[in-house]
Nanobody
């Protein structure tokens, strides 16, 4: 198991940027894929971005392609979500997750989850 703690959420105007951070503890971090998911009020949790264990493969939801990036630092056990050109529809609770990818990326691939950090984008 990997323990995950997110930070960096907040209130930002549309068009602005935020960088979310996820600090991981546990010996298996560097061998696991990492992902970001989000959940808006009244909606289901949805996939945002994922990165494989080495950082060589990255995946993004269509809604964030070209605006978000997901770098990771295996030396410091960190993964980030750089969010640019934010839109009001990006408002959600953002979760960091660790796991192993198989086929289509889904929440069930990830066995460890953080508590979430709130992102609010005002129009």
């Amino acid at each position: 198991q990997v323990q995950l703690v997110e930070s960096g959420g907040g209130l930002v105007q549309a068009g602005g940027s935020l960088r979310l951070s996820c600090a991981a503890s546990g010996r298996t971090f560097s061998s696991q894929a990492m992902g970001w998911f989000r959940q808006a009020p009244g909606k289901e949790r949805e996939f945002v971005a994922a990165i494989n264990w080495s950082g060589s493969l990255k995946y993004y939801a269509d809604s964030v392609k070209g605006r978000f990036t997901i770098p990771r630092d295996n030396f410091d056990n960190m993964v980030y979500l750089q969010m640019n050109v934010l839109k009001p529809e990006d408002t959600a609770l953002y979760y960091c997750a660790a796991g192993y990818l198989s086929g289509n990326i889904k929440a069930a691939d990830f066995g460890s989850w953080g508590q979430g950090t709130q992102v609010t984008v005002s129009s």
